[in-house]
């Protein structure tokens, strides 16, 4: 199943946030940590490695932020990006055909909830193509992601490699991890457990 999401005003959000310096943030410049130099790459516009590239316990503190009313608390997706931070798109509880999305920064703003449209097959997801998608992010073993991050870069055989981006989400339910070591780049899976599953060339 191919999921495509249509959110041009979360596309729009990403520039403006990361175009955000104000003083608030240099108050306060880290409280989910600086992130792993040895394992993320720099965040290319400015400011601390992105805590949740490759720190479980900062992802898991981001989750704890979003409202209570959200309990218990379904995704149908989750990210962390270089420069961009978390990205995680909840179903609402009470309408099942409805998801928005959050954007929490290293610096701790939080950007939502975006109304998010999910399009599968070229048309507009149901109820139950959406039931298909979520999952509970306690599922995942967040208190391994820095031992996997090492395990993808070792897998990656990229000789500098660094995590830029993991995610999941879509039907097959796989972690991505995406290590870059310019201009190569390759893509290894893990399961929910973040244990390793294959490498895509």
Known sequence: MRVH?????????????????????????????????ALAEVNPYGGPLDP????GGAVRKALAT????????????????????????VVEPIRHDKVVRYMILPTGKTFGPIPVKLVIANKVATPADIAQLEFDPKAIAFERLTPAVREAITR????????????????KKHVYMIIDAIPLRRAVLFDHRLHFVRVVQ
């Open 66 to 89: 979003l409202p209570a009313r959200y309990a218990p608390l379904r995704l149908t997706s989750i990210s962390a990006t270089e420069g961009r931070g978390l990205t995680i798109d």
């Open 52 to 55: 949740f590239l490759t720190d």
């Open 156 to 171: 990656s055989k990229l000789q500098d490699g660094r995590i830029s981006q993991w995610g999941l989400g879509g039907a």
């Open 5 to 37: 999401v249509l959110a041009a005003a979360a596309a729009m959000l990403v520039a403006a946030i990361v175009g955000c310096s104000g003083s608030k943030e240099r108050q306060n410049p880290a409280p989910y940590g600086t992130g792993d130099p």
